[in-house]
């Protein structure tokens, strides 16, 4: 694999060089760089290379940092989704206090789709268009099957023998549809239903009235439809000078396995597909031989990208959702500078 | 601190023209900071341009903007802002052109 060496960032022992991308109109003589959307149509390259019901993995290839990282950073904190943000306590007898199973239960991922309401902002009344309520009703008692004859057949006895409910899970979380909601969702519940969010023994009981709204992950991490989305940079390995036939597997266990192949006769071949997993240790380049034979770099626009959806998105949904509302950003600061436009000639000057 | 509600406001100090001023824009982060700069950089009549977050919690940024030629800072602001959701686009036509090539692997994940 032939790389322009511009589009890499070098990695040495113990520094990494040319880290920041120069293409910028006027750095290099003679050559235009300027924004041209045709040309980075040309360049963009999207594929998606693995996919699962939960997590998502793709490249992206050819946009600049700050545009990879704005989309990462929008999946983690502003795509909107819906968690439980009120909790009404009327009985808790648990030994976990009404404050902390309140937070658990707020980081309870919920399986509706946020498109289906409204955000609801500080002081607004509670309709069924922003707002879910759920009911928690819980309470344990003996297991009146298990006695002490039944200690016989069964000396140690677990706590699903012994007790009824003596564990309060998500799965309890039930649905209470107000007005609408009944027609417009279905089935709304946790995504995952065998949470443990307080753990019961006989006497001790919960009950709850909760109430989910919609809002976004910078205001609490609670509303981060991801449980991580990141990005890492393409490996990118060059054997500058062969390496020498009897030293060739040593060379090999330098990098991540699979990143470089050694064939029969001992000849070292980079390989390309292991090499996109190499995690660049730079084991090879403590070596006084093998540091002059490679170089190690990686590829400044060839972003990998893994996102993991903990939300009711599915985990495709979440880079088309993150452009959305990047438009709409964009949207809001082109009306508010139109204004500034057409006010012009006389615009006032705001203080710091 | 902020006594409009406007997303974005020009700081004294800018010239008359516009062809150097500093914007504030209002509930933004280095999210859209970043992206705009680079883009703006892309802009050949740019002469100068760069971001600050002037305090972590505060969620403003500045935009500074200089200008080749005395052109308006403001005309080159919106040009960002439309190549910037040109870019949008583009990615996401891409991203689900992919999606429906269906060229990927699928694999189970157990929860």
Same mark, same amino acid.
């Given at each position: &694999?032939?790389?322009n060496?511009?589009?890499?960032?070098?990695? !040495?022992?113990e520094?990494?060089?040319?880290?920041?991308?120069?293409?910028?109109?006027?750095?290099?003589?003679?050559?235009?760089?300027?924004?041209?959307? *045709?040309?980075?149509?040309?360049?963009?390259?999207?594929?998606?290379?693995?996919?699962?019901?939960r997590?998502? *993995?793709?490249d992206?290839v !050819?946009?600049?940092a700050?545009?990879?990282?704005?989309?990462?950073r929008?999946?983690?904190?502003?795509?909107?989704?819906?968690?439980?943000?009120?909790?009404?306590?009327?009985?808790?007898?648990?030994?976990?206090?009404d404050?902390?199973?309140a937070?658990?239960?707020?980081?309870?991922?919920?399986?509706?789709?946020?498109?289906?309401?409204?955000s609801?902002?500080?002081?607004d009344?509670?309709?069924?268009?922003?707002?879910? *309520?759920?009911k928690?009703h819980?309470?344990?008692?003996?297991?009146?099957?298990?006695n002490?004859?039944?200690?016989?057949?069964?000396?140690?006895p677990s706590?699903?023998?012994l007790?009824?409910n003596?564990?309060?899970?998500?799965?309890?979380?039930?649905?209470?549809?107000?007005?609408?909601?009944?027609?417009r &969702?279905?089935?709304?519940?946790?995504?995952?239903?065998d949470?443990?969010l307080?753990k019961?023994?006989?006497?001790?009981?919960?009950d &709850?009235t909760?109430?989910?709204?919609?809002n976004? !992950?910078?205001?609490?991490?609670?509303?981060?439809?991801?449980?991580?989305?990141?990005?890492?940079?393409?490996p990118?390995?060059i054997?500058?000078?062969?390496?020498?036939? *009897?030293?060739?597997?040593?060379?090999?266990?330098?990098f991540s396995? !699979?990143?470089?192949?050694?064939?029969k006769?001992?000849v070292?071949?980079?390989?390309k597909?292991g090499?996109?997993?190499?995690?660049?240790s730079?084991?090879v380049?403590?070596?006084?031989?093998?540091?002059? &034979?490679?170089?190690?770099?990686?590829i400044?626009?060839?972003?990998?990208?893994s996102?993991?959806s903990e939300?009711?998105?599915?985990?495709?949904?979440?880079?088309?959702?993150a452009?959305?509302?990047?438009?709409?950003k964009?949207?809001e600061m082109r009306?508010?500078?139109?204004?500034?436009?057409?006010?012009?000639?006389?615009?006032?000057?705001?203080?710091? | 601190?902020?006594?409009?509600?406007q997303?974005?406001?020009?700081?004294?100090?800018?010239?008359?023209?516009?062809?150097?001023?500093t914007?504030?824009?209002?509930?933004?982060s280095?999210?859209?900071?970043?992206?705009?700069r680079?883009?703006? /950089?892309?802009? $050949?009549?740019?002469? @100068?341009?760069g971001?600050?977050? $002037?305090? $972590?919690?505060?969620p403003?940024?500045?935009?500074?903007?200089? /200008?080749?030629?005395n052109?308006s800072?403001?005309q080159?602001l919106?040009?960002?802002?439309?190549?910037?959701?040109?870019?949008c686009?583009?990615?996401?036509?891409?991203?689900s052109?992919?999606l429906?090539n269906?060229d @990927?692997?699928?694999?189970?994940?157990?929860?």
């Open positions: &694999m032939d790389v060496p511009r589009r890499l960032v070098g990695i !040495g022992a520094r990494i060089s040319n880290v920041a991308d120069s293409e910028f109109p006027g750095h290099y003589p003679n050559e235009d760089n300027s924004w041209d959307l *045709e040309k980075f149509k040309r360049k963009l390259t999207v594929q998606v290379q693995r996919l699962s019901q997590s998502i *993995e793709f992206l !050819g946009v600049d700050s545009i990879a990282n704005a989309f990462r929008i999946m983690i904190a502003e795509v909107p989704t819906l968690a439980i943000e009120h909790v009404y306590v009327f009985n808790n007898t648990t030994v976990i206090h404050e902390i199973l937070h658990r239960l707020g980081l309870i991922p919920l399986n509706v789709d946020p498109a289906l309401l409204d609801r902002k500080d002081g009344t509670p309709t069924d268009r922003n707002t879910l *309520e759920f928690l819980l309470e344990c008692s003996q297991n009146p099957a298990f002490k004859s039944s200690l016989t057949t069964n000396p140690n706590d699903d023998d007790y009824i003596h564990q309060l899970l998500s799965g309890h979380l039930q649905w209470i549809p107000v007005g609408e909601q009944s027609d &969702m279905t089935d709304v519940g946790p995504t995952t239903k949470i443990v307080a019961l023994r006989p006497g001790q009981a919960v &709850m909760l109430h989910a709204v919609k976004i !992950g910078s205001v609490h991490a609670k509303w981060s439809p991801v449980a991580t989305a990141t990005y890492r940079l393409h990118n390995i054997i500058k000078s062969p390496i020498p036939i *009897e030293r060739a597997d040593e060379f090999a266990k330098c396995a !699979g990143a470089v192949k050694v064939d006769k001992g070292v071949k980079i390989d597909k090499m996109r997993n190499d995690t660049v730079r084991e380049l403590r070596d006084p031989e093998f540091k002059d &034979m490679v170089e190690l770099s990686r400044r626009d060839w972003f990998i990208f996102v993991e939300s009711a998105y599915k985990p495709e949904q979440l880079l088309p959702e452009i959305t509302v990047m438009k709409q964009i949207s009306a508010s500078a139109m204004q500034l436009s057409q006010a012009s000639e006389d615009v006032p000057m705001a203080d710091v | 601190m902020s006594t409009t509600d997303k974005i406001r020009i700081l004294k100090g800018a010239s008359a023209d516009l062809s150097a001023a914007y504030q824009v209002c509930n933004e280095h999210t859209m900071g970043n992206a705009l680079w883009i703006l /950089m892309k802009n $050949p009549k740019v002469e @100068f341009c971001y600050s977050v $002037p305090h $972590p919690s505060e403003n940024i500045q935009i500074r903007i200089q /200008m080749y030629d052109l800072s403001l080159a919106l040009k960002a802002l439309d190549d910037l959701e040109n870019l686009n583009a990615i996401g036509e891409a991203y052109e992919s429906q269906g @990927f692997e699928r694999w189970d994940e157990k929860s």
